[in-house]
């Protein structure tokens, strides 16, 4: 946990139950240790559709569909969402959690690499949300860079790695080493850029949030 243990509790506390059917998919996802959203993290992501109103949704990582849904429960009408996963498996429920319910019309599933399928994404997405392989990062950001509208918002999970990103190299498992690099190039690269402005939350387990600006921000 990155902020003190009894902060993080008492914030997961506050941050209330969603609608029956995601709460359903979160207790599938936990049961089954399907990695999904933290509520600290859900409920910034809520807020933030909530302030940006998009119009089209890009996620990357659907898992069983858990954040897709919940977007879906707090986007305007007329939004819709496209979501990207890899896992067939996942996939396989991810759709039927999706039919069941009710939101085939407005979350769009697509199977397949991520790092394949937004090459060939056309139009603008305003909201994207990024939660899939973290090694990945930097290449699935510049792939969603002609994606996102000035104006548009990029939110990336996970950045903090629990809270191992700060620790020296030497104390990271040796298979977890290339990842951790990885995320510091790709925290270092998003914060210094000059198209996006990023602030970087100890959120869940890290969030970054980046806006792409206008050139009257500049
Ligand atoms: C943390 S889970 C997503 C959780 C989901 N956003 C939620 O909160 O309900 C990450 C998912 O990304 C998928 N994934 C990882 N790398 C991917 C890639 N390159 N392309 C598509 N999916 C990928 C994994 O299979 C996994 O299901």
Request: hydrophobic share 40%.
């Amino acid at each position: 946990m990155i902020v003190d243990e009894r902060i993080g509790a008492y914030l997961a506390l506050l941050n209330a139950d969603g609608p029956p059917f995601c709460e359903a998919v979160r207790k599938y996802a936990e049961a089954e240790g399907v990695p999904i959203v933290r509520r600290e993290a859900e409920s910034l992501l809520k807020t933030l559709i909530c302030i940006k109103k998009p119009r089209r949704i890009l996620e990357i990582g659907t898992a069983v569909g858990y954040s897709a849904l919940l977007m879906s429960e707090c986007m305007p009408p007329g939004c819709e969402i496209t979501t990207i996963e890899s896992y067939h498996k996942r996939v396989i429920c991810a759709r039927d959690n999706i039919k069941k319910a009710g939101k085939e019309d407005v979350i769009k599933l697509l199977e397949g690499d991520a790092l394949e399928i937004l090459e060939k994404l056309e139009g603008e997405f305003d909201f994207i949300f990024m939660d899939a392989a973290k090694g990945q990062y930097a290449e699935f950001f510049r792939l969603c860079e002609p994606l996102c509208p000035q104006g548009g918002i990029v939110v990336c999970d996970n950045v903090l790695q629990e809270g191992t990103l700060v620790h020296s190299r030497y104390l990271i498992n040796q298979r977890d080493r290339t990842i951790h690099s990885r995320m510091r190039e790709f925290l270092q690269d998003i914060t210094h850029r000059e198209d996006f402005t990023t602030t970087i939350l100890p959120v869940g387990d890290g969030m970054a949030v980046s806006v792409k600006m206008s050139p009257s921000c500049k």
